[in-house]
């Protein structure tokens, strides 16, 4: 199910004139948290004449980032587990 900010870009999309199709896709599909949603609706908001390149060119940067941002905190979870393993052994 997609979250509220999703189905505001959606919105938000469609008035700037992007095809249905492509506004469906974007926000239902892959910006489909409150997290991609959001910082997807800034820069369409801040820029100006987007072409389709250009909005597909920040979707894809925006899921790198929240790929980049879970594989830190997958790593800094195992090196809790590993410190603890140095800190009070195997048990």
Do not use: P, W
């Not at 959606?10 to 991609?36: H, P, Q, S």
Request: proline share 0%; with cysteine; aromatic share 10%.
């Amino acid at each position: 199910m997609a979250s509220d900010k999703s189905k505001d870009l959606y919105e938000v999309l469609l008035k700037k004139g992007f095809r249905e199709e492509l506004c469906r896709e974007i926000a239902f599909k892959y910006m489909n948290t409150d997290y991609t949603a959001t910082r997807m609706l800034g820069y369409v908001f801040r820029a100006s004449d987007i072409r389709d390149e250009q909005l597909i060119d920040e979707m894809l940067c925006i899921l790198e980032d929240r790929e980049r941002f879970r594989k830190k905190h997958e790593m800094e979870r195992a090196q809790r587990a590993i410190n603890r393993l140095y800190e009070d052994g195997v048990m």
